[in-house]
């Protein structure tokens, strides 16, 4: 005879269906196969049948062909850990089309089976010492540079006032640029730009990897005086990001990367919102910071979507604290008034490619930082 | 300047446009976005224009509205490890609509740096003792029996001849089930059985969990005599499976199971197809069988999609032997003849909650059992 908690948590799926008796057939659908993905009719116990299946607790239109259902479940069938929690909410639904998870309710005893963010926009302030204006950011590219190439550009970025440089998230340990050689480069000549400028720009490498590779390079850039890292849970696994997060030896920042994620996303029936996945998962996961494409860029999301994700980086979410929206792909300096007036001060502006069209780096740094001084 | 080996892998992408125009254009972008995802104008390096820029090989109408363009890497890029290949083939590029990831094409430098699967085909069946017919499989469930009474089904699953009993993929180490208690009692139960029968039941326990206690679970189910392993990448991480594939102390089959997986196949245009990701990306991360969702059940793959996968499962990949296709999802007994039609003899059939829809479990295996010999 089960014995649970009573504890349960929500999400709610957006269905896509002609009218409400089809939705509430699916709702239904999704509550077993989420929980006992077994036949409803022979379970017989009560015990399982009143805590472990899914309940339906609401059903509303949502739009012309849409309704969004809302399903509890049992805080102990998610087993306290990120892997069975995301299996609870979406697991085998994910494998049917017109099934979306628009967003999670979690309940005080899930939330706290998660640490969550470890700095935050707060924590992530106090660190580069900038209590209000937005964040500026950058990337490390392109592949194919050596370690002293990209070294000597992180030093120009570092004059030139970002104040997050990160790896690009595709320079990995590639034999033409080795992730130690680079790391220890790149954070030295950060450091060297620093003293120069008396600021405080911090340096965020790759450290995506193999299992039984993460924590270590992760140690490594700590050791070499990185002062963030970049991750792409896509890649490395959501757990992955949230094992770096909890890890006390390290107790960096952490910028979740989308690569590999945005199949969950591109498809508007389908896969879960950018809201939950963006936003409130990322900060599940453990990210202070959650990068995605900017509307207008090289990328299609709406600014309804980025809207939505900025949204989700600080709704509450018990004491998982806010993170920071990292608007990009393909932002040019032109577009920061615009990115300001969009997002507020709470965001981290990310520019990459478009930095180098000037005709000197620190100087086009500069006016990037002007730019955002001046709003 | 950069001296690569010259080695290069390849990727098929389908490119939803109008025209050859559109598709080629389409297809330039991927080559930079999947590599230095920065201005290619403001490249003047030649050295990594012509390495490391990905470079579109070929453009052929595949249907009415899209185009299969084949794009080239060097080997380097992928830097010998799964994470990084995943992203070259398709970081970035997930978060554009309209591009589907649908086939890997890897080169003799990329594959050497994969074990692969350990078992696959030849190495299950000999395990098994069953050279010749399809396997038969199926999952300890419903979520909410006690390890006791899971055990107690094992013993009965095994004792009707079924050759794989896994857990339900839901089943991870929840208060009223704890995994160490489930996988000891089961694995008994199921030894049991064998000695009962003769046969070689073999029981496969879901390690999928959090990233540091995955391998202490899979060691656990080892010692217990567990003689297969049940993980979800999509939850656990695709690079966790290939961790634990290639794990000499454990050494056991790997089931992969496709949960949270399914929004990178729901979406025609979008995503990764299901040949390259359950067959050849499955394979890459070390399983020895393939589960997914049969069409005409629960879910809704096609006909065609599936026997895909199937080939995918079995294509020529270097030295990766092949490994078997598990269709599943509201099987039925009476689907049996058609099933073994459809993917012939080297095949897992995996039935789950209609075995429990007889009078007798033991017997109703015992007919899945028959069915099968007879065909």
């Given at each position: 005879m089960l014995e649970l908690s009573g504890g349960r948590f929500r999400a709610v799926y957006r269905i896509a269906a002609?009218?409400?008796?089809?939705?509430?057939?699916?709702?239904?659908?999704?509550?077993?196969?989420?929980?006992?993905?077994?036949?409803?009719?022979?379970?017989?116990?009560e015990?399982?049948?009143?805590?472990?299946?899914?309940?339906?607790?609401?059903?509303?239109?949502?739009?012309?062909?849409?309704?969004?259902?809302?399903?509890?479940?049992?805080?102990?069938?998610?087993?306290?850990?990120?892997?069975?929690?995301?299996?609870?909410?979406?697991?085998?639904?994910?494998?049917?089309?017109?099934?979306?998870?628009?967003?999670?309710?979690?309940?005080?005893?899930?939330?706290?089976?998660?640490?969550?963010?470890?700095?935050?926009?707060?924590?992530?302030?106090?660190?580069?010492g900038v209590p209000g204006r937005p964040l500026l950011a950058t990337a490390l590219k392109p592949m194919g540079l050596s370690p002293q190439e990209l070294a000597c550009l992180a030093y120009q970025l570092a004059l030139g006032g970002i104040d997050l440089v990160k790896d690009d998230h595709g320079l990995a340990d590639q034999p033409f640029?080795?992730?130690e050689d680079r790391v220890h480069l790149a954070a030295e000549a950060v450091a060297r730009a620093n003293r120069e400028t008396g600021l405080g720009t911090i340096y965020a490498p790759n450290v995506t990897a193999p299992v039984g590779e993460l924590a270590?390079?992760?140690?490594?850039?700590?050791?070499?005086?990185?002062?963030?890292?970049?991750?792409s849970p896509g890649l490395a696994g959501l757990d992955a990001m949230r094992a770096l997060a909890d890890d006390d030896r390290i107790a960096l920042p952490l910028l979740f990367h989308p690569a590999l994620l945005g199949s969950f996303v591109t498809c508007p029936e389908d896969g879960i919102?950018?809201?939950?996945?963006?936003?409130?998962?990322?900060?599940?996961?453990?990210a202070d910071a959650s990068i995605f494409p900017h509307y207008g860029g090289r990328f299609s999301f709406s600014a309804e979507h980025c809207l939505s994700i900025a949204r989700g980086t600080e709704e509450a979410m018990g004491g998982l604290v806010p993170i920071f929206p990292v608007p990009a792909g393909g932002m040019t300096l032109s577009r920061v008034p615009e990115l300001v007036r969009f997002y507020g001060r709470d965001v981290v502006l990310l520019i990459g490619g478009a930095l180098h069209r000037g005709r000197d780096l620190v100087e086009t740094c500069r006016r990037f930082r002007g730019l955002v001084e001046a709003g």
């Open positions: 002609p009218g409400e008796e089809e939705a509430a057939a699916v709702a239904a659908e999704i509550a077993i196969e989420q929980t006992i993905e077994y036949p409803a009719d022979l379970v017989s116990r015990d399982i049948r009143g805590q472990i299946f899914g309940r339906v607790e609401s059903i509303a239109r949502g739009g012309d062909d849409f309704f969004d259902a809302t399903i509890s479940y049992a805080d102990e069938t998610a087993g306290g850990d990120l892997p069975q929690l995301l299996n609870v909410l979406y697991g085998n639904s994910s494998l049917k089309p017109g099934i979306r998870l628009e967003r999670l309710d979690l309940s005080e005893g899930v939330l706290s089976r998660f640490r969550g963010p470890r700095f935050g926009r707060a924590g992530l302030r106090a660190l580069l640029c080795r992730f270590r390079r992760a140690r490594f850039a700590c050791e070499a005086g990185a002062g963030a890292l970049l991750i919102s950018p809201f939950a996945l963006f936003g409130q998962i990322a900060r599940l996961a453990g």
